[in-house]
T-cell receptor
Framework: GESVGLHLPTLSVQEGDNSIINCAYS??????FIWYKQESGKGPQFIID?????DKRQGQRVTVLLNKTVKHLSLQIAATQPGDSAVYFC????????FGAGTRLTVKP | DAMVIQNPRYQVTQFGKPVTLSCSQT?????MYWYQQKSSQAPKLLFH???????NEADTPDNFQSRRPNTSFCFLDIRSPGLGDAAMYLC??????????????FGSGTRLTVV
């Protein structure tokens, strides 16, 4: 079946570096995507979203890129900080929210 | 602040003993969802209520049921918990089903342990 998934289960970066977290989706009809951050013991927290009529969207220190040709989504975090350490999920939102497998980001001091 | 509140944060129940998890929201959202999240896995949708209409996922076990007595509250009932039901249970809300602004609002979850 069609699903949303992530390329890498873990990512370790140095504090201050930029982070890139990737996501592949297979449902070409998907038109809305969301990145969530989940810290240990907490529920997912909205980071940024993008609709399929856009290629790029920027927030504060975060950028989401959407490549519809290859059905790929990425989250870029600039100047990664220790507080960014968490699991990041991409999600596809049509009639309900379907999550990918998640990537655990660890920021080294 | 408007939010989604789950109680309790941690719940321990005995194998086979019915347990109920609760969720309340002050957002006045029409839709409430229950997700199950096992360790190191993505949240998995169990079911949702759109107002009073209940929508069950096809692969949600019969052991899981839900009630929504009013707009603000939604309950997850596990009739006979097994060891495999130990997980974090997340409640979420959205104003409307489908493509909602900023996605869903999640509670902090209830971590269920079955002994």
């Amino acid at each position: 079946g069609e699903s949303v998934g992530l390329h890498l289960p873990t990512l370790s970066v140095q504090e201050g570096d930029n982070s890139i977290i990737n996501c592949a989706y297979s449902n070409s009809a998907s038109d809305y995507f969301i990145w969530y951050k989940q810290e240990s013991g907490k529920g997912p927290q909205f980071i940024i979203d993008i609709r399929s009529n856009m290629d790029k969207r920027q927030g504060q220190r975060v950028t989401v890129l959407l490549n519809k040709t290859v059905k790929h989504l990425s989250l870029q975090i600039a100047a990664t900080q220790p507080g960014d350490s968490a699991v990041y999920f991409c999600a596809e939102n049509n009639n309900d929210m379907r999550f990918g497998a998640g990537t655990r980001l660890t920021v080294k001091p | 602040d408007a939010m989604v509140i789950q109680n309790p944060r941690y719940q321990v129940t005995q194998f086979g003993k019915p347990v109920t998890l609760s969720c309340s929201q002050t957002l006045n959202h029409n839709v409430m969802y229950w997700y199950q999240q096992k360790s190191s896995q993505a949240p998995k949708l169990l079911f949702h209520y759109y107002d009073k209409d209940f929508n069950n996922e096809a692969d949600t076990p019969d052991n899981f049921q839900s009630r929504r007595p009013n707009t603000s509250f939604c309950f997850l009932d596990i009739r006979s918990p097994g060891l495999g039901d130990a997980a974090m249970y997340l409640c979420a809300t959205s104003r409307e089903p489908g493509t909602g602004l900023h996605g869903y609002t999640f509670g902090s979850g209830t971590r269920l342990t079955v002994v």
